[in-house]
């Protein structure tokens, strides 16, 4: 596609439910990142992917989040256990090379609301 | 802790009159990029600064990046409506690494 596509762009889900969001970036992006915003909020990392390098989860803030890049392109990102502290929106986005050359091009994210 | 601290956090103006965002940091960054986000969407990139010092303007926004580069602003003459929106910068500490570090972002409101 053009841009970067999440789904869904919405979900509502119970305390304690798991819930899975899945990025699919630009064709040809080989870095892939996912961030979640707050209302109000700056962006806070999460992890990223280069290429086939280990991915830097060091923003995870917790076990119970998880991420995977399938064949150097769709992403998902796993919460177990949701809690209400885990509302925000998740945004993904990719770059084609260098970030201080291309930057990222974001998705419009998933507003995940744990009820 | 907040590594980039945005000033201010929300600002609501007349169309017409000049502004400025800061972007603010006890450390260096190799460079440092602005982005313009509208309700519902996802950031987008409007310019990245390099070397300490330079200035780059993309029609009446003005983006400077401080000489020890530590810190940015962001100036608009003359606003319009169209420039509504949050404006978050974000650094980059090194270039060995893609991660971006962003500030809290600056809400814009610019009233006709």
């Known amino acids: 596609g053009a841009g970067v596509s999440q789904s869904p762009s919405n979900k509502v889900t119970e305390k304690g439910k798991d819930v899975e969001l899945r990025c699919d970036p630009i064709s040809g992006h080989t870095a892939l990142y996912w961030y979640r915003q707050s209302l109000g909020q700056g962006l806070e990392f999460l992890i990223y992917?280069?290429?086939?390098?280990?991915?830097?989860k060091s923003g995870l803030p917790s076990d119970r989040f998880s991420a995977e890049r399938t064949g150097g392109s769709v992403s998902t990102l796993t919460i177990q256990r949701t809690q209400q502290e885990d509302s925000a929106v998740y945004l993904c986005?990719?770059?084609?090379?260098?970030?201080?050359?291309?930057?990222?091009?974001f998705g419009s994210g998933t507003r995940l609301t744990v009820v | 802790t907040q590594l980039l601290e945005q000033s201010p956090q929300f600002l609501s103006i007349q169309e017409g009159e000049n502004l400025t965002v800061y972007c603010n940091s006890s450390s260096v960054f190799s460079s440092l990029q602005w982005y313009r986000q509208e309700p519902g969407e996802g950031p987008v990139l409007l310019v990245t600064v390099v070397t300490g010092g330079e200035v780059k303007k993309l029609k009446r926004l003005t983006f400077q990046f401080g000489d020890a580069r530590k810190d940015s602003s962001l100036h608009i003459t003359a606003a319009q409506p169209g420039d509504t929106g949050l404006y978050l910068c974000a650094g980059i500490r090194s270039s060995n690494t893609g991660k971006l570090i962003f500030g809290q972002g600056t809400t814009l409101q610019v009233k006709p």
């Open positions: 992917f280069q290429g086939n390098s280990a991915p830097d």
């Open positions: 986005a990719s770059s084609l090379g260098p970030v201080q050359n291309y930057g990222y091009t």
